[in-house]
């Protein structure tokens, strides 16, 4: 994101992976990429940041195939920005897509839903809270 005030539209904010076996994902992507790993309290179990080594900069997540992420594809899945997510799903939908989770809220921070798109390929939409 270019500012954590005002995100680019188009740009790509996150990237998560959303697996059943979440904690030996983790630990696996910690040996094989050197990212360490922070928890992420999801009320009853964690799921996980991963970082930068030697840094507390978050760069993906691994999450647990559960709760409100029991219906996200086992993919490293991109979230990207966009200005109006109702609008960027009907077009979606007018276009040949389809909306395959959500939409749902992420916290406080926004709305999302993931998306296939004509190939089949998914991608995550995200319109952030306005400020």
Known sequence: MASADK??????????????NAAEIRDFYSEVVGW?????????????NMTEPGTDNAVVGVCHARGGNADMPAVWLSYVIVADLDHSIERCASLGGSVVAG??????????????????AQLALFEPLSS
């Open 7 to 20: 995100p680019t539209i188009g740009s790509i904010a996150w990237m998560d992976l959303t697996v059943e």
């Open 103 to 120: 939409p749902k809220l992420m916290g406080g921070h926004g709305r999302y839903c993931v998306i296939k798109d004509p190939a089949g």
């Open 36 to 48: 360490t790993t922070g928890n992420v309290d999801m009320g009853g179990y964690d799921d996980f």
